[in-house]
């Protein structure tokens, strides 16, 4: 039994070693530089989100919804727990009682599958949930975002609105080039060039970068031509390195403090109860398999919601920013240990 | 015409975004919007002057020109500076395509002929300069009233400077058009002799000038040079050697391994005092004329790395330019450069009749050695920050020089190249 994204028992405790709090070879200021590369690395999470996402048929649409909502009640568990948990433990997030539960709570609905050596007929059906969860996943994590800096609720859903006609119009952009590239050097020019213009316009507006990469995933996913075709085959060589990368990153950032035990506790614990239950919500309406089963599968952490807690760990640079990702890091190994186990044992 | 729409959806999405949303505050988070405007942006209007028959390099600098914070501040000049961080791997890849380029076996018959060409030029450059420098240095507003040794450094100083050539621009030419042939060649070997001559000059200049001014280091003339260019040449080598050997053996993902080859050789030889230029390209040809990968893995490594890098070298060059600076010395800069530009084409003619070089080459190669570029800026901010009293006016004309020269000289380089027929026809062509 392996992983279907590479370990993150192996990266992030690597990337602890590397850290500042290990042989410091990435230094904070050498990190600080890779601060561009992060944003790239999660425009590019968000476009795979958008050229996932496919609606036609009653089917996918029923996949989409039970995927959310299986998203949404891993949120619910998990941000409900902590926030009641904070404030029985009087946790030092009293200021951000609300939003540090339920910023833990998005980053743990993201899921990842497993992949397994032999025939798995329930495997294509529990990667396509897992892919279909990050949507959830990616629009509370711009809302919040958007929360996070503005002062109104309004505030947060206009600024939250603003990012996808700009990611539209970028993408429209590619649209018009990425099939009238002359050779490769300049369809690969073009693809990086508007990868980068979606992950800069996001950073130079604190808007989400996952946000504005689905959004023009799903342009060039909906758009006739062969434009998804080609981003596609351009990310897929980039995705192993910016997987290793952000689980790297995520190593370096974590720190073993009192709250990121605190915090991780309930995250294994509400995790783990969110995904049964949130994959039997998902199973009532997809219908087909066990519920039970369903949940399992999704046990592992997905990327996006490391990438979540990496990209707030940016915006906001504090302890508690830190002690989420530290949380969500090693909430990660602690599920792949645990799916690994549970797949084990059900095989023997 | 998708082009021309897709350039003015960008440049509406940029103006939109600096224009009407409010940006961040931290100057770090704009490098990426600028990053991705200038690939995008940058690419599509070279594309568009090459519709012109002008070169894509010009394009990009125009467009660097026009976006940056000379004109309309699209990219503000904390952006410009910010994309200048990629300069010194650009510049290593440059000189490591170069490198590639030059195969000794194949030049043997021509290289004595071309190291007369360079050698007569550069010195007929170097003498009519400095003589005219020290004889017009009162009426110069640099240093007016220098005498003695010091009027000969600052003298030589200049004539160095404004002898120099640019390799990363004639190279980035040869390479979008995909040139092959004598012109190519001799040009390429010309500015390569005039990259090493910079190198001894600028260090003896400098020598005069610390010695006259009481501020000459304990290291001499003769050891600095020798560790800025046998260094060099030595670090370049052993990292080609290292390339080629990893390009044998493992022989995947060439185009990763290749620009961190470049960061080597652009980082570690600037902290240990080389110069990156001569790094990479003793690089380059340790792995082009010793140790050649088999197949073309390298060559497509090199063409898919290097069209972003010099779209966004060039781009960030043109919103550097700096017009407040031609505006400032506009008649002297004017003057200087028509000097050069005559001194060049009189220093070629000579040195390809006693050469005996002859067409389509031999009158044209005076067109490949007009443009300046970050190399003699480089060297200029140096003069600046050592002796700002003076340096500061130096800079102010050599930017202003540049800032010209690297306008024309592309554009001429690419028209003697149409001329003598080494354009790859087709080389625009989609691949099937």
Same mark, same amino acid.
């Given at each position: 039994v392996r992983a279907a994204v590479a370990p993150a028992i192996v990266y992030v405790p690597l990337g602890y070693l590397l850290g500042p709090h290990g042989f410091t070879l990435l230094s904070s200021s050498a990190l600080r530089h890779?601060?561009?590369?992060?944003?790239?690395?999660?425009t590019v999470l968000g476009v795979f989100a958008g050229l996932g996402l496919r609606v036609r048929g009653?089917? !996918? @649409?029923?996949?989409?919804?039970?995927?959310?909502?299986?998203? /949404?009640?891993?949120? =619910? *568990?998990?941000?409900?727990?902590?926030?009641?948990l904070a404030g029985q433990w009087s946790l030092p997030v009293a200021n951000s009682v609300t939003s540090v539960p339920l910023l833990v709570g998005v980053c743990a609905a993201a899921s990842a599958v497993v992949i397994t050596g032999g025939a798995d007929p329930l495997r294509a059906r529990a990667a396509r949930i897992a892919d279909l969860d990050d949507v959830a996943v990616v629009?509370?994590?711009?809302?919040?975002?958007?929360?996070?800096q503005g002062v109104t609720l309004l505030d947060a859903a206009l600024a939250a609105v603003v990012v996808v006609p700009l990611g539209a119009v970028i993408a429209a952009a590619g649209l018009l080039l990425f099939e009238q590239a002359r050779?490769?050097? !300049? @369809?690969?020019?073009?693809?990086?060039?508007?990868?980068?213009? /979606?992950?800069?316009? =996001? *950073?130079?507006?604190?808007?989400?970068?996952?946000?504005?990469?689905?959004?023009?995933?799903?342009?060039?996913?909906?758009a006739p031509g062969r434009a998804d075709a080609i981003i596609r085959?351009?990310?897929?060589?980039?995705?192993?390195?910016?997987?290793?990368?952000?689980?790297?990153?995520?190593?370096?950032?974590?720190?073993?403090?009192?709250?990121?035990?605190?915090l991780l506790a309930p995250f294994l614990v509400f995790r783990l109860t969110g995904k049964i239950a949130g994959g039997w919500a998902g199973w009532r309406i997809i219908g087909g398999t066990t519920a039970g089963e369903l949940g399992v599968r999704l046990l592992p952490c997905g990327l996006v919601g490391l990438a979540l807690a990496l990209h707030f760990n940016q915006m906001m640079d504090g302890p508690i920013a830190a002690a989420v990702v530290s949380a969500v890091a090693l909430g990660a190994i602690g599920f792949e240990i645990l799916t690994v186990g549970a797949l084990a044992g059900s095989e023997a | 015409m998708r082009r021309l729409v897709a350039l003015a959806t960008v440049i509406s999405a940029m103006l939109f975004i600096r224009r009407v949303l409010p940006g961040s505050a931290i100057d770090e988070r704009g490098i990426g919007l600028a990053l991705g405007f200038a690939l995008l942006a940058a690419a599509l209007a070279g594309d568009l002057i090459e519709r012109l028959r002008l070169?894509?390099?010009?394009?990009?600098?125009?467009?660097?020109?026009?976006?940056?914070?000379?004109?309309?501040?699209?990219?503000?000049?904390?952006?410009?500076?910010?994309?200048?961080?990629?300069?010194?791997?650009?510049?290593?890849?440059?000189?490591?395509?170069?490198?590639?380029?030059?195969?000794?076996?194949?030049?043997?018959?021509?290289?004595?002929?071309?190291?007369?060409?360079?050698?007569?030029?550069?010195?007929?450059?170097?003498?009519?300069?400095f003589a005219v420098f020290y004889v017009a240095m009162p009426w110069m507003p640099i240093v007016p009233d220098a005498q003695g040794p010091f009027r000969v450094g600052v003298a030589a100083l200049l004539a160095t400077i404004v002898t120099s050539f640019s390799p990363t621009v004639t190279i980035a030419v040869i390479a979008e058009n995909r040139a092959h042939g004598p012109l190519s060649d001799l040009t390429m070997a010309v500015v390569v002799l005039g990259d090493l001559a910079l190198v001894f000059g600028f260090g003896i200049a400098m020598q005069l000038v610390r010695t006259a001014t009481g501020t000459a280091a304990d290291v001499s003339v003769l050891a600095y040079m020798s560790w800025e260019i046998w260094g060099s040449l030595a670090f370049g080598a052993l990292a080609g050697a290292a390339l080629a050997v990893y390009l044998r053996v493992v022989g995947r993902e060439a185009g990763v391994v290749l620009l961190a080859t470049c960061v080597v050789l652009s980082e570690v030889g600037t902290r240990l005092q080389f110069e990156p230029v001569l790094a990479a390209l003793a690089a380059g040809l340790v792995i082009e004329n010793v140790a050649p990968p088999r197949g073309d893995i390298l060559r497509e490594a090199v063409e898919r790395s290097a069209l972003p890098i010099l779209i966004v070298f060039f781009a960030a060059a043109g919103a550097s330019l700096r017009l407040d600076a031609l505006r400032a010395v506009g008649?002297?800069?004017?003057?200087?450069?028509?000097?050069?530009?005559?001194?060049?084409?009189?220093?070629?003619?000579?040195?390809?009749?006693l050469a005996a070089v002859g067409k389509p080459e031999g009158p044209l190669v005076w067109r490949g050695l007009v443009s300046q570029a970050g190399l003699t800026l480089g060297l200029t901010v140096l003069v600046a920050s050592q002796y700002p009293d003076w340096g500061v006016a130096v800079e102010t004309l050599v930017v202003a020089l540049t800032s010209l020269h690297v306008l024309v000289g592309p554009i001429l380089f690419r028209r003697a190249l149409e001329e003598a027929g080494e354009i790859t026809e087709g080389h625009l062509q989609p691949t099937p």
């Open positions: 890779l601060d561009l590369v992060v944003w790239l690395a999660l009653p089917q !996918e @649409r029923a996949m989409l919804l039970g995927a959310s909502v299986e998203a /949404l009640v891993t949120i =619910a *568990a998990v941000a409900g727990a902590v926030a009641w629009l509370v994590g711009a809302w919040m975002l958007s929360w996070h050779n490769d050097a !300049e @369809r690969g020019t073009f693809v990086l060039g508007v990868l980068v213009l /979606l992950a800069g316009t =996001a *950073a130079y507006l604190s808007l989400s970068p996952l946000l504005i990469g689905m959004t023009a995933g799903v342009l060039w996913r909906w085959a351009d990310l897929e060589k980039l995705h192993q390195p910016l997987v290793v990368l952000l689980l790297v990153l995520a190593g370096t950032t974590v720190e073993l403090t009192a709250l990121t035990l605190w | 070169p894509r390099v010009t394009g990009y600098l125009l467009f660097g020109l026009a976006a940056g914070p000379a004109v309309s501040n699209l990219i503000s000049g904390s952006m410009a500076r910010e994309l200048r961080l990629i300069d010194g791997v650009a510049v290593a890849l440059i000189a490591v395509m170069a490198g590639l380029e030059m195969n000794f076996v194949a030049l043997r018959p021509r290289l004595v002929a071309m190291l007369k060409v360079g050698g007569i030029t550069i010195a007929v450059l170097y003498a009519t300069l008649l002297l800069a004017g003057g200087v450069a028509l000097l050069r530009l005559l001194l060049i084409r009189g220093g070629t003619a000579l040195g390809v009749r």
